[in-house]
Nanobody, 124 residues
Framework: VLLQAFGGGLVQAGGFLRLSCVAS????????MGWYRQAPGKQRDLVAD???????NYADSVKGRFTISRDNAKKTVYLQMTSLKPEDTAVYYC???????????????????WGQGTQVTVSS
């Protein structure tokens, strides 16, 4: 099972980026999916998450600027980021609560299965 994040980059303050995270592998079910970020020397914090039913939660620092969405058929979660600020600079990680099948078809439920990060850098 893989969670692959795409879309990071370098952008000027006030600009926008769209992150995508695709889940692949022998996945039976995906529950909540979310984005976290970690700036140098800081802890990893929740940015936004979305349940399989569409309930959404945002960190106060990104409300009104970031939008999380998901496509269940594509096993993908998105993060549309607008009005970016230098303080948004961080490595962004996606995570998901999911159930997958092992090679012997044993189901395994994992809370917070992590993908690799993607760097977002916002210049002033």
């Amino acid at each position: 099972v893989l969670l692959q994040a795409f879309g990071g980059g370098l952008v000027q303050a006030g600009g926008f980026l769209r992150l995508s995270c695709v889940a692949s592998g022998r996945i039976l079910n995906i529950g909540s999916m979310g984005w976290y970020r970690q700036a140098p020397g800081k802890q990893r914090d929740l940015v936004a998450d979305i349940t399989s039913g569409g309930s959404i939660n945002y960190a106060d620092s990104v409300k009104g600027r970031f939008t999380i969405s998901r496509d269940n058929a594509k096993k993908t979660v998105y993060l549309q980021m607008t009005s970016l600020k230098p303080e948004d600079t961080a490595v962004y990680y996606c995570a998901a609560d999911l159930t997958y099948l092992m090679q012997d078809d044993t189901p395994v439920a994992v809370g917070d299965y992590w993908g690799q990060g993607t760097q977002v850098t916002v210049s002033s």
